[in-house]
Protein backbone atom coordinates (compact mmCIF):
# COMPACT_ATOMS: atom_id res chain seq x y z
CA UNK A 1 0.00 0.00 0.00
CA UNK A 2 2.95 2.43 1.28
CA UNK A 3 4.73 1.33 -1.93
CA UNK A 4 1.86 2.00 -4.06
CA UNK A 5 1.42 5.51 -2.73
CA UNK A 6 5.22 6.08 -2.82
CA UNK A 7 4.89 5.42 -7.01
CA UNK A 8 1.73 7.94 -7.13
CA UNK A 9 4.10 10.39 -5.20
CA UNK A 10 7.21 9.85 -7.72
CA UNK A 11 4.41 9.93 -10.50
CA UNK A 12 3.10 13.41 -9.91
CA UNK A 13 6.24 14.93 -8.61
CA UNK A 14 7.61 13.73 -12.05
CA UNK A 15 4.88 15.49 -13.48
CA UNK A 16 5.28 18.91 -11.42
CA UNK A 17 8.91 18.77 -12.62
CA UNK A 18 8.20 18.36 -15.94
CA UNK A 19 5.51 21.29 -15.76
CA UNK A 20 7.73 23.61 -14.61
CA UNK A 21 10.72 22.86 -17.12
CA UNK A 22 7.97 22.93 -20.05
CA UNK A 23 6.23 26.38 -18.17
CA UNK A 24 10.50 27.54 -18.50
CA UNK A 25 10.90 27.18 -22.49
CA UNK A 26 7.66 28.42 -23.38
CA UNK A 27 7.34 31.41 -20.95
CA UNK A 28 11.62 31.70 -21.20
CA UNK A 29 11.85 35.64 -20.56
CA UNK A 30 12.42 37.06 -24.70
CA UNK A 31 15.71 37.69 -25.26
CA UNK A 32 15.14 41.65 -26.78
CA UNK A 33 14.20 43.32 -23.91
CA UNK A 34 12.62 46.81 -24.47
CA UNK A 35 12.21 50.45 -22.38
CA UNK A 36 9.38 51.26 -24.23
CA UNK A 37 6.54 48.81 -24.23
CA UNK A 38 5.95 44.76 -24.43
CA UNK A 39 7.50 41.74 -26.73
CA UNK A 40 4.52 38.98 -26.11
CA UNK A 41 6.50 36.34 -25.75
CA UNK A 42 5.65 34.15 -28.46
CA UNK A 43 4.30 36.64 -31.75
CA UNK A 44 1.46 35.63 -32.40
CA UNK A 45 -0.27 35.17 -36.46
CA UNK A 46 -2.23 37.61 -37.98
CA UNK A 47 -5.78 36.44 -39.63
CA UNK A 48 -5.87 37.98 -43.19
CA UNK A 49 -7.23 41.63 -43.91
CA UNK A 50 -7.50 43.68 -46.67
CA UNK A 51 -7.34 47.81 -46.37
CA UNK A 52 -6.70 50.40 -48.91
CA UNK A 53 -3.47 51.88 -48.83
CA UNK A 54 -2.72 55.69 -49.83
CA UNK A 55 -0.97 54.54 -52.83
CA UNK A 56 -4.18 53.20 -54.46
CA UNK A 57 -2.56 49.76 -53.85
CA UNK A 58 -4.90 46.86 -51.58
CA UNK A 59 -2.76 46.77 -48.07
CA UNK A 60 -3.00 43.52 -46.97
CA UNK A 61 -1.15 40.70 -43.98
CA UNK A 62 1.25 40.13 -47.47
CA UNK A 63 2.25 43.89 -47.23
CA UNK A 64 3.56 43.65 -43.08
CA UNK A 65 5.73 40.37 -44.18
CA UNK A 66 9.59 40.92 -45.36
CA UNK A 67 10.31 43.39 -42.60
CA UNK A 68 9.42 45.16 -39.14
CA UNK A 69 6.40 47.20 -38.86
CA UNK A 70 5.62 50.10 -36.63
CA UNK A 71 1.08 50.25 -36.79
CA UNK A 72 0.07 53.82 -35.30
CA UNK A 73 -3.82 53.73 -35.08
CA UNK A 74 -5.79 56.94 -35.45
CA UNK A 75 -7.19 59.57 -37.43
CA UNK A 76 -6.66 63.27 -39.01
CA UNK A 77 -9.66 64.60 -36.95
CA UNK A 78 -7.71 64.41 -34.21
CA UNK A 79 -5.92 67.66 -33.91
CA UNK A 80 -3.53 66.61 -30.73
CA UNK A 81 -2.30 63.72 -30.31
CA UNK A 82 -2.41 61.89 -33.28
CA UNK A 83 0.12 64.84 -35.25
CA UNK A 84 2.10 64.90 -32.31
CA UNK A 85 2.71 61.32 -31.86
CA UNK A 86 3.39 61.34 -35.99
CA UNK A 87 5.97 64.23 -35.72
CA UNK A 88 8.05 62.34 -32.90
CA UNK A 89 7.41 58.90 -35.43
CA UNK A 90 9.63 61.07 -37.77
CA UNK A 91 12.10 61.98 -35.35
CA UNK A 92 12.13 58.32 -34.55
CA UNK A 93 12.70 57.36 -38.21
CA UNK A 94 15.26 60.33 -38.36
CA UNK A 95 17.40 58.72 -35.34
CA UNK A 96 17.25 55.68 -36.99
CA UNK A 97 19.77 56.37 -39.52
CA UNK A 98 20.29 53.92 -41.78
CA UNK A 99 18.01 51.23 -40.18
CA UNK A 100 15.00 52.88 -41.07
CA UNK A 101 15.19 51.11 -44.21
CA UNK A 102 14.24 48.06 -42.39
CA UNK A 103 11.04 49.58 -40.54
CA UNK A 104 7.90 50.35 -41.99
CA UNK A 105 5.59 52.87 -40.01
CA UNK A 106 2.16 52.67 -41.09
CA UNK A 107 -0.42 55.41 -40.20
CA UNK A 108 -3.75 53.23 -40.11
CA UNK A 109 -6.60 55.54 -39.87
CA UNK A 110 -10.01 54.10 -37.92
CA UNK A 111 -11.86 56.71 -39.41
CA UNK A 112 -12.47 55.92 -42.41
CA UNK A 113 -16.27 58.34 -43.52
CA UNK A 114 -13.89 61.46 -43.26
CA UNK A 115 -10.26 60.05 -43.92
CA UNK A 116 -10.12 59.06 -47.50
CA UNK A 117 -7.07 57.10 -48.33
CA UNK A 118 -5.82 60.04 -50.76
CA UNK A 119 -6.78 62.91 -48.35
CA UNK A 120 -4.92 60.69 -45.67
CA UNK A 121 -1.67 60.23 -47.54
CA UNK A 122 -1.53 63.42 -48.32
CA UNK A 123 -1.79 64.02 -44.46
CA UNK A 124 0.74 61.58 -44.06
CA UNK A 125 3.65 62.25 -46.18
CA UNK A 126 3.53 65.88 -44.62
CA UNK A 127 4.98 64.07 -42.03
CA UNK A 128 7.26 61.59 -44.14
CA UNK A 129 7.51 60.93 -47.35
CA UNK A 130 7.89 57.13 -46.40
CA UNK A 131 5.31 56.80 -43.69
CA UNK A 132 2.45 54.61 -45.25
CA UNK A 133 -1.23 55.54 -44.75
CA UNK A 134 -4.19 53.02 -44.57
CA UNK A 135 -7.41 52.54 -43.65
CA UNK A 136 -10.40 50.13 -44.79
CA UNK A 137 -14.07 49.34 -44.28
CA UNK A 138 -14.99 49.31 -40.96
CA UNK A 139 -15.31 45.42 -40.94
CA UNK A 140 -11.69 44.46 -41.96
CA UNK A 141 -10.64 47.62 -39.55
CA UNK A 142 -12.49 45.22 -36.59
CA UNK A 143 -11.08 41.80 -38.04
CA UNK A 144 -7.44 43.51 -37.64
CA UNK A 145 -8.38 45.15 -34.14
CA UNK A 146 -9.11 41.61 -33.20
CA UNK A 147 -6.24 40.57 -34.36
CA UNK A 148 -3.68 43.36 -33.07
CA UNK A 149 -5.55 44.43 -29.82
CA UNK A 150 -6.60 47.69 -30.83
CA UNK A 151 -9.84 49.28 -30.23
CA UNK A 152 -11.75 52.47 -31.20
CA UNK A 153 -15.03 53.91 -31.04
CA UNK A 154 -16.91 56.76 -32.77
CA UNK A 155 -18.04 59.33 -30.00
CA UNK A 156 -20.68 62.07 -30.54
CA UNK A 157 -19.59 65.55 -30.84
CA UNK A 158 -21.06 68.85 -30.95
CA UNK A 159 -22.67 68.68 -34.73
CA UNK A 160 -23.11 65.27 -36.68
CA UNK A 161 -19.61 66.16 -38.66
CA UNK A 162 -17.81 67.16 -35.64
CA UNK A 163 -17.98 63.22 -34.11
CA UNK A 164 -14.56 62.01 -31.76
CA UNK A 165 -13.02 59.10 -32.36
CA UNK A 166 -11.21 57.20 -29.31
CA UNK A 167 -8.30 54.90 -30.57
CA UNK A 168 -5.70 52.83 -28.43
CA UNK A 169 -3.22 54.94 -27.92
CA UNK A 170 -0.10 51.94 -28.26
CA UNK A 171 2.45 51.79 -31.05
CA UNK A 172 1.86 48.31 -32.16
CA UNK A 173 4.67 45.92 -33.24
CA UNK A 174 4.46 43.65 -36.41
CA UNK A 175 7.84 41.52 -36.99
CA UNK A 176 9.08 40.27 -40.65
CA UNK A 177 6.90 36.88 -40.57
CA UNK A 178 4.24 39.40 -40.59
CA UNK A 179 3.20 38.38 -37.03
CA UNK A 180 2.31 40.64 -33.44
CA UNK A 181 5.62 40.96 -32.24
CA UNK A 182 4.52 43.55 -29.13
CA UNK A 183 3.42 46.84 -28.15
CA UNK A 184 5.47 50.63 -27.45
CA UNK A 185 2.98 52.50 -24.97
CA UNK A 186 3.20 56.19 -24.31
CA UNK A 187 4.15 58.57 -23.28
CA UNK A 188 6.59 58.04 -26.31
CA UNK A 189 10.56 59.19 -25.58
CA UNK A 190 12.24 59.40 -29.04
CA UNK A 191 15.44 57.97 -28.13
CA UNK A 192 13.88 55.33 -26.24
CA UNK A 193 11.63 54.08 -29.28
CA UNK A 194 15.16 54.67 -31.32
CA UNK A 195 17.10 51.70 -29.46
CA UNK A 196 14.10 49.44 -28.91
CA UNK A 197 13.67 49.82 -32.45
CA UNK A 198 17.21 49.24 -33.89
CA UNK A 199 17.72 46.25 -31.06
CA UNK A 200 14.29 44.56 -32.67
CA UNK A 201 16.34 45.33 -36.33
CA UNK A 202 19.80 44.05 -35.42
CA UNK A 203 18.17 41.24 -33.36
CA UNK A 204 16.08 39.77 -36.77
CA UNK A 205 18.99 40.61 -39.25
CA UNK B 1 -16.97 114.67 -34.89
CA UNK B 2 -15.29 112.61 -37.85
CA UNK B 3 -12.64 111.15 -35.37
CA UNK B 4 -15.39 110.58 -33.00
CA UNK B 5 -17.16 108.04 -35.60
CA UNK B 6 -13.80 106.56 -36.12
CA UNK B 7 -12.90 105.92 -33.19
CA UNK B 8 -16.65 104.26 -32.77
CA UNK B 9 -16.17 102.30 -35.68
CA UNK B 10 -12.55 101.05 -34.48
CA UNK B 11 -13.48 100.28 -31.21
CA UNK B 12 -14.45 96.33 -30.91
CA UNK B 13 -17.70 95.06 -30.95
CA UNK B 14 -17.27 93.71 -27.50
CA UNK B 15 -16.35 94.72 -24.10
CA UNK B 16 -13.55 92.53 -22.74
CA UNK B 17 -14.15 89.53 -20.80
CA UNK B 18 -13.19 91.24 -17.20
CA UNK B 19 -10.27 89.71 -15.78
CA UNK B 20 -9.48 87.53 -18.21
CA UNK B 21 -5.89 87.04 -19.39
CA UNK B 22 -5.02 84.85 -22.44
CA UNK B 23 -0.90 84.26 -23.02
CA UNK B 24 0.85 81.77 -24.52
CA UNK B 25 -1.37 81.68 -27.29
CA UNK B 26 -0.21 79.17 -30.26
CA UNK B 27 -1.49 76.64 -32.93
CA UNK B 28 0.66 73.32 -33.43
CA UNK B 29 1.42 73.42 -37.20
CA UNK B 30 -0.41 70.86 -39.08
CA UNK B 31 -0.11 68.98 -42.62
CA UNK B 32 -1.68 71.78 -45.08
CA UNK B 33 -4.24 69.13 -45.47
CA UNK B 34 -5.30 68.76 -42.18
CA UNK B 35 -9.11 70.13 -41.55
CA UNK B 36 -8.83 70.44 -38.01
CA UNK B 37 -6.01 72.25 -35.50
CA UNK B 38 -5.24 72.64 -31.96
CA UNK B 39 -5.36 75.71 -30.17
CA UNK B 40 -3.53 76.17 -27.05
CA UNK B 41 -3.32 78.86 -24.43
CA UNK B 42 -2.86 79.90 -20.94
CA UNK B 43 -6.31 81.93 -19.74
CA UNK B 44 -5.74 83.74 -16.38
CA UNK B 45 -8.86 85.20 -14.26
CA UNK B 46 -7.69 88.31 -12.26
CA UNK B 47 -10.86 89.52 -11.69
CA UNK B 48 -12.87 88.56 -8.36
CA UNK B 49 -15.42 87.22 -10.00
CA UNK B 50 -15.75 83.24 -11.31
CA UNK B 51 -15.27 83.60 -14.96
CA UNK B 52 -17.75 81.37 -17.92
CA UNK B 53 -16.21 81.03 -21.55
CA UNK B 54 -19.17 79.62 -23.43
CA UNK B 55 -17.81 79.68 -26.91
CA UNK B 56 -14.61 80.40 -29.14
CA UNK B 57 -14.70 81.23 -32.65
CA UNK B 58 -12.84 83.27 -35.40
CA UNK B 59 -12.85 84.92 -38.64
CA UNK B 60 -10.27 82.27 -40.03
CA UNK B 61 -12.27 78.96 -38.98
CA UNK B 62 -15.36 77.29 -39.71
CA UNK B 63 -16.30 76.75 -36.55
CA UNK B 64 -14.32 76.26 -32.46
CA UNK B 65 -14.80 73.70 -30.19
CA UNK B 66 -13.41 72.97 -26.72
CA UNK B 67 -12.44 69.43 -26.26
CA UNK B 68 -11.01 67.65 -23.02
CA UNK B 69 -8.31 64.56 -23.97
CA UNK B 70 -7.86 61.99 -21.50
CA UNK B 71 -5.59 58.68 -21.70
CA UNK B 72 -8.63 55.86 -20.10
CA UNK B 73 -6.49 52.17 -19.90
CA UNK B 74 -4.63 52.56 -23.43
CA UNK B 75 -7.15 54.28 -25.01
CA UNK B 76 -7.18 57.54 -26.05
CA UNK B 77 -10.12 59.63 -25.61
CA UNK B 78 -11.31 63.11 -26.32
CA UNK B 79 -15.01 64.94 -25.29
CA UNK B 80 -15.93 67.88 -26.20
CA UNK B 81 -16.33 70.38 -23.25
CA UNK B 82 -19.14 72.70 -22.85
CA UNK B 83 -17.40 76.02 -21.91
CA UNK B 84 -14.63 76.64 -19.43
CA UNK B 85 -14.65 77.90 -16.01
CA UNK B 86 -12.21 79.98 -14.69
CA UNK B 87 -12.82 81.08 -10.54
CA UNK B 88 -11.72 84.30 -9.26
CA UNK B 89 -7.97 84.49 -9.31
CA UNK B 90 -7.76 80.97 -11.00
CA UNK B 91 -6.40 80.17 -14.13
CA UNK B 92 -7.06 77.01 -17.20
CA UNK B 93 -4.19 75.46 -19.00
CA UNK B 94 -5.29 74.83 -22.96
CA UNK B 95 -2.38 72.57 -23.22
CA UNK B 96 -0.97 69.16 -24.71
CA UNK B 97 -2.32 66.10 -23.80
CA UNK B 98 -5.31 67.80 -21.80
CA UNK B 99 -7.88 70.73 -23.04
CA UNK B 100 -7.43 72.02 -26.25
CA UNK B 101 -9.34 74.62 -28.70
CA UNK B 102 -10.84 72.30 -31.61
CA UNK B 103 -9.94 74.83 -34.81
CA UNK B 104 -12.42 73.21 -37.61
CA UNK B 105 -12.11 74.10 -41.61
CA UNK B 106 -9.36 76.36 -41.14
CA UNK B 107 -10.39 78.50 -44.44
CA UNK B 108 -6.59 78.37 -45.74
CA UNK B 109 -3.87 76.35 -44.83
CA UNK B 110 -1.49 77.86 -41.74
CA UNK B 111 2.14 77.53 -41.49
CA UNK B 112 4.60 78.03 -39.11
CA UNK B 113 5.01 82.05 -38.51
CA UNK B 114 0.95 82.90 -39.59
CA UNK B 115 -1.74 84.19 -36.88
CA UNK B 116 -4.82 84.18 -36.32
CA UNK B 117 -7.05 86.02 -34.17
CA UNK B 118 -9.60 84.43 -31.99
CA UNK B 119 -12.66 85.50 -29.72
CA UNK B 120 -13.24 83.50 -26.29
CA UNK B 121 -17.07 84.51 -25.54
CA UNK B 122 -18.14 85.44 -22.09
CA UNK B 123 -21.78 86.13 -21.87
CA UNK B 124 -22.09 89.63 -23.80
CA UNK B 125 -18.16 90.12 -23.22
CA UNK B 126 -15.26 88.54 -25.51
CA UNK B 127 -11.63 89.12 -25.13
CA UNK B 128 -9.41 88.37 -28.37
CA UNK B 129 -6.46 86.46 -28.92
CA UNK B 130 -3.58 86.38 -31.41
CA UNK B 131 -2.36 82.55 -31.78
CA UNK B 132 0.53 81.94 -33.28
CA UNK B 133 1.54 79.00 -35.58
CA UNK B 134 4.64 77.41 -34.50
CA UNK B 135 6.40 74.05 -35.33
CA UNK B 136 5.65 71.19 -33.27
CA UNK B 137 8.01 69.54 -31.04
CA UNK B 138 7.64 65.91 -30.83
Redesign the interface.
Known sequence: MSNRLLSWGLLAGFAVLIGIVAGLVVLRPASVQIQSGTLLQQARPIADFSLNGSDGKPFTKADLAGHWSVIYVGYTHCPDVCPTTLAQLKAVEKGLGEDAGKIRFVFLSIDPERDTPGALGQYTHYFSPDFLAVTGPNAQLDILGANLGFVYAKVPGATPQSYLMDHSSALILINPKAGLAGYLTPPFKTEALVSDLKQLVEKSS | MALLLAGAAAAPAYADCKGLKIDNAWI?E?????????GFASLVNDGDQPLHIDAVDGADFG?V?L?Q?S?EG???????LQGLDLPAHGSVALA??GK?L???NPKHPFKAGDASLLLFHCGKQATAARFTVKA???
Open positions: PAPPVASVLASEHMMGMMQMRPEGHMLMAQP
